[in-house]
């Protein structure tokens, strides 16, 4: 089972609004992944959980909050965002390897809506 | 640094034809290559990957990639396109063992 689920499918805010996404796996991954993606682009990674540690922020904005309560579940927390903020944000999965190529497994994303 | 270089940003192909889609890689050590497939609006599918081994790698859906280092390429193909091909194809490198860098992607289009 490769699985990598994320809810809701699709969320619409206000600039005001609080929210968030919720990726789970039940791979025994041990790092996940946020990314995002706008129309006709490739994904920009965001940030990177490894054994529930942060491992890498990609310089994102702090209205973009992320949380890993357990190793199965990755949130991302949304505060006052921007419109530009629009997109799809897929989260990952992955062994978490560190000495060997490690595989990343997607799920099929949240469209964000930013109004 | 590492990079990845899709040429075509869009390639259309008749059903039941053969495809190839180009993907040359710009990495200084041994790369680790991988070919994801996205259905517009839905997350990323792995197709396959190359890590080490034999360079003809052969994946899910009827697709093979083969690995050519002298060339720096890692070219997708299929012997014969479904109409439920069309989607957007990202080769993608792997540096630090878990960190991605995607191609720009490429948009295919299967006609009838």
């Known amino acids: 089972d490769t699985e990598v689920t994320q809810t809701p499918k699709h969320l619409v805010m206000g600039m005001t609004n609080k929210k968030s996404l919720k990726c789970e796996q039940h791979?025994?991954?041990?790092?996940m992944y946020w990314y995002k993606q706008k129309a006709k682009k490739p994904p920009e990674l965001m940030f990177v959980?490894?054994?529930?540690?942060?491992?890498i922020n990609e310089s994102v904005p702090s209205r973009f909050s992320p949380e890993c309560p357990n190793s199965s579940l990755l949130n991302l927390h949304l505060h006052a965002l921007q419109p530009e903020d629009s997109a799809l944000y897929l989260c990952a999965s992955s062994q978490g390897r560190t000495s060997s190529p490690d595989t990343q497994y997607f799920g099929p994303g949240t469209r964000l809506t930013v109004l | 640094a590492q990079s990845v270089t899709q040429p075509d940003i869009h390639i259309t192909v008749s059903e039941g034809a053969s495809l190839e889609l180009r993907c040359n890689y710009s990495y200084g050590a041994t790369p680790y290559l991988f070919w994801y497939v996205q259905s517009p609006g839905q997350g990323l599918q792995l197709l396959l990957k190359?890590?080490?081994?034999?360079?003809l790698v052969q994946g899910i859906k009827g697709f093979e990639a083969e690995f050519k280092r002298s060339q720096s390429s890692f070219n997708l193909r299929k012997p014969s396109v479904h109409w439920s091909d069309a989607a957007e194809y990202f080769c993608?490198?792997?540096?630090?063992?878990?960190?991605?860098?995607f191609g720009k992607g490429t948009m295919l289009l299967v006609s009838p």
């Open positions: 791979m025994g991954h041990r790092a």
């Open positions: 190359y890590f080490s081994g034999d360079t």
């Open positions: 959980y490894s054994y529930e540690k942060l491992s």
């Open positions: 993608a490198v792997v540096s630090g063992y878990s960190t991605l860098t």
